[in-house]
C-alpha cells in the first residue's frame, strides 16, 4: 500500500462519520492533488497524501490545541510515526504561519515542525484553497470569500486568512503557472 492510500484510509476513518463535509472537502482536495502529478513527478504520492491528511485535526477525537494542523501533525508524528515530510506538510498547509500567530502557538509550532520545501507547501495550498468545503473546485478568490462569510470578519479564522491572503494567491498562481507551462511543454 503506498503512502496515499494509506492516508485515505486514516483519513476516512477520521473524517467520515463525525465530519461529512470536511470528509468531502479532504476528498476534493485529494483529487486537485493527484491532477498535479504531471508537476510534481515522483513526489505526487507524498503530495497526495499529505492532501489526504491535512484537515485531520479536526477530528473530534483528536482536537487539543483548537489548532487543527498542530492537533494533526502531532498526531501523526506521535502515533503513526509519519514520514517528517509528510508530517510538515500538514503542520505549514495553507500559510498556516498566519492563524497559529494570531492563537499564539507560532513558538510551539515552529519548535517541533520545521518549514518544508516551499514547492510543496505551495502545491498543497494550491489544492486546499481551490477546493470547497463540500469538495468541489472552485476559483481562490471563491474559496477565501466563504471564510469571511462562514466566520464573519472579526473572527480569528477571517483575521488570519485576511492576512494570508497574499501568501495563499500567490501559492495558487505559482501552481497555476507551473501547470501551463507542463501543458505547453
Known amino acids: 500500500m503506498g503512502q496515499a492510500e494509506w492516508a485515505r484510509d486514516l483519513a476516512r476513518q477520521l473524517l467520515e462519520e463525525p465530519l461529512p463535509r470536511r470528509w468531502a472537502h479532504t476528498q476534493g482536495v485529494a483529487a486537485r492533488a493527484e491532477s498535479l ?3 510534481l513527478g515522483a513526489e505526487a504520492d507524498l503530495l497526495t497524501a499529505s492532501a489526504w491528511l491535512h484537515d485531520i485535526g479536526y477530528a473530534p477525537q483528536l482536537v487539543d490545541t483548537g489548532f487543527h494542523p498542530l492537533d494533526g ?3 501523526l508524528r506521535d502515533v503513526h510515526r509519519a514520514d517528517d515530510t509528510l508530517v ?3 503542520a505549514h498547509h495553507s ?3 498566519y492563524e497559529v500567530t494570531e492563537r499564539g502557538l507560532l513558538d510551539v509550532l515552529n519548535e517541533e515542525f520545521d518549514q518544508e520545501r516551499p514547492e510543496l507547501v505551495e502545491a498543497l495550498t494550491y489544492c486546499d484553497m481551490t ?3 463540500d469538495g468541489l473546485p472552485l476559483d481562490v478568490d471563491v474559496r477565501l470569500a466563504e ?7 472579526d473572527h480569528l ?3 488570519s486568512i485576511r492576512n494570508a491572503t497574499p501568501c495563499i494567491t500567490s501559492a495558487v498562481r505559482a501552481i497555476q503557472v507551473a501547470l501551463g507551462e507542463a501543458e505547453g511543454s
Open 88 to 90: 510538515r506538510l500538514v
Open 95 to 97: 500559510c498556516a504561519v
Open 73 to 75: 501533525t502531532r498526531y
Open 147 to 153: 471564510f469571511h462569510s462562514r466566520y464573519g470578519p
Open 37 to 39: 502529478a504531471p508537476i
Open 131 to 133: 477546493t470547497s468545503p
Open 157 to 159: 479564522v477571517s483575521r
